[in-house]
């Protein structure tokens, strides 16, 4: 570099610093307008009474003093901690044979497990209709319990958090350092003190984690809740019905805060455990290899064939359940529940307003995230902006959908909010969808981008290239693994969500997960079950279209292996 050519470069280095800042400031007003202003509207609302006037406390006093109400509150923390009871143990066994076991077919078993990710919650709901319901195949046969109730939405809660709770501790444990059994072993340790003194510790951060998501998913759940409650309210049907019900949009606010607490408090212990986490692996850690055991490999593998099947069969219900005829009187197979326009007067339509929300959500949200986690993780100082950024994105995490939907309504239709125009059409659905499900996609753009040597920026800046063309011609390319998967991850969030989006559709903007809410509602349970069957092909079909452009995108990150 010559001293003449020196002025140019940092000339050029403070143009694209200057770039960076503005950008940096134009997403943080983004995140205010699509997360902090609309949640902001939610709490004033839960202050004011029905002209808008100030209130005070006076609709929380008026919660409390309603029995019905309250109750709400606790059968929701009832059922929340039942199902974190019973699934992080159950997912905890699966997740130590898929990675500490030497069992046979673990490919098969861990997709058998995940199947409930591609449907929308409601899907085992309906199944348990038609398996434990008055006119079902094992009526009496769920504890003796009637299927309408806490034993309903305790038993389809199982089957829809299960897969979310294997992921995490898969993940927790496949990092293990071989040297520590090694080591267990030569002090004459036996399986149940390794077990206790080294398999555990290892993952008890895994496991804690595990609970506060378990627990903020049950609690924020809308769908199963609504197909088999019953009589037994839960904080989010409480929410629906205040404002849909009965137009009760403060008290509709005031149950929404609530439903916010748990959330946020759950949020906030996983955080602070997770700064206490330390590094399970280090530089000189041998990777954890198990040796095979006859007898734990059967037992587990028994095991997850009773999980397994136990999680295809109710899938396998509801798919079956759409093509009958008349349950249970007619059992004559038909395609006549999948002619859709018998049930809602959009008919397939539905089905393609929720692809095209989902296409759209998967390419704006896509973009929005990489490119704010760029400007988080590539900007030079500020770092006031930056972490304020940061903290916006990671606001949606502890937001129940339910909760992000009706701040939507108050902001949206705030008056002299200029963008109140956009209540009403698709695309309020997709900016509440993307801001509803923005924080894990972020936290996989910044992983992805963590990876990048900052020289690759120093190096362009040395060269006179602009940092736009180093973005679109280094980072991106790069980072398309990452980008696949957020796309993917939106896409079939978007075709499987009800709760983010239940009190924001209009009459032409109804989507495929929302029209299985209102057949059910109708009675026409055979039509839900089709509906839901042909969401959870389009995801399944998606996601195998990501597996095949993964192998193809694996040979331009071939340099990673050298």
């Not at 997403?27 to 307008?33: C, E, H, K, S, T």
């Not at 039942?82 to 490919?107: E, G, H």
């Not at 984690?209 to 998913?217: A, E, H, K, N, R």
């Amino acid at each position: 570099m010559t001293a003449a050519s020196a002025p140019l470069i940092r000339a050029r280095a403070s143009r694209d610093d200057l770039i960076m800042r503005a950008g940096l400031a134009l997403f943080a007003l983004f995140l205010l307008v699509v997360v902090a202003l609309p949640l902001w509207a939610l709490l004033s609302k839960s202050f004011q009474d029905h002209n808008g006037n100030f209130v005070g406390l006076a609709n929380y006093l008026r919660y409390v003093e309603t029995p019905a109400l309250f109750q709400s509150f606790w059968n929701s923390l009832f059922v929340a901690i039942v199902v974190t009871a019973i699934v992080v143990p159950l997912a905890f066994i699966y997740a130590y044979a898929l990675t500490r076991s030497c069992m046979r077919f673990k490919a098969v078993f861990q997709g058998l497990a995940l199947i409930p990710i591609l449907a929308p919650s409601l899907l085992p709901a309906i199944s348990l209709i038609y398996l434990f319901g008055n006119q079902g195949l094992l009526k009496g046969w769920l504890f003796g319990q009637p299927v309408y109730g806490a034993t309903g939405i305790i038993t389809a809660q199982v089957f829809y958090c299960f897969p979310h709770a294997l992921m995490i501790l898969v993940t927790a444990l496949s990092m293990a350092d071989q040297r520590l059994y090694e080591s267990a072993d030569a002090l004459g340790a036996s399986r149940l003190r390794k077990f206790l003194t080294v398999t555990l510790p290892g993952a008890k951060y895994g496991l804690i984690s595990t609970s506060f998501v378990i627990f903020t998913l049950v609690i924020t759940d809308f769908g199963i809740a609504k197909v088999v409650g019953g009589r037994f309210n839960v904080l989010a049907t409480d929410i629906y019905k205040q404002v849909i019900g009965q137009q009760n949009f403060e008290m509709g606010a005031v149950v929404g805060v609530v439903l916010l607490v748990p959330a946020l408090l759950s949020f906030a212990v996983d955080r602070i455990v997770a700064r206490r986490q330390v590094a399970q692996l280090s530089a000189r850690a041998v990777p954890f290899e198990p040796k095979p055991r006859q007898s734990r490999d059967l037992a587990l593998t028994l095991f997850c064939a009773a999980i397994g099947l136990a999680i295809l069969g109710v899938f396998a219900v509801s798919v079956w359940a759409s093509f009958i005829t008349f349950w249970p009187y007619n059992l004559t197979l038909t395609l006549k529940n999948y002619a859709f326009g018998n049930f809602d007067p959009l008919g397939w339509g539905v089905y393609w307003n929720s692809l095209k929300m989902a296409a759209a959500s998967a390419i704006l949200g896509t973009i929005a995230v990489f490119l704010g986690a760029y400007l988080v993780e590539k900007s030079k100082g500020f770092h006031v902006g930056r972490n304020f950024v940061h903290l916006l994105a990671m606001i949606p995490l502890a937001v129940p959908g339910l909760v992000l939907g009706l701040s939507y309504i108050f902001f949206f239709n705030m008056k002299g909010n200029p963008l109140g125009f956009l209540y009403g059409t698709m695309a309020i659905l997709v900016v509440n969808t993307v801001a509803h499900f923005y924080t894990v996609s972020h936290l996989t753009a910044v992983t992805a981008l963590k990876q990048l040597d900052a020289e690759f920026e120093a190096v362009s800046a040395s060269l006179k290239v602009p940092v736009w063309r180093t973005f679109f011609r280094v980072t991106v390319p790069i980072c398309l693994p990452a980008i696949l998967d957020v796309a993917i991850y939106f896409f079939v969030n978007a075709m499987t969500t009800v709760s983010a989006v239940i009190f924001l559709y209009s009459s032409e903007t109804k989507l495929a997960s929302l029209a299985i809410v209102n057949m059910d509602e109708s009675g026409f349970t055979a039509g839900a079950a089709g509906m839901a069957t042909v969401i959870v092909v389009t995801s399944a079909a998606v996601k195998l279209a990501q597996l095949g452009l993964s192998r193809l995108l694996s040979r331009t990150q071939a340099w990673r292996k050298r």
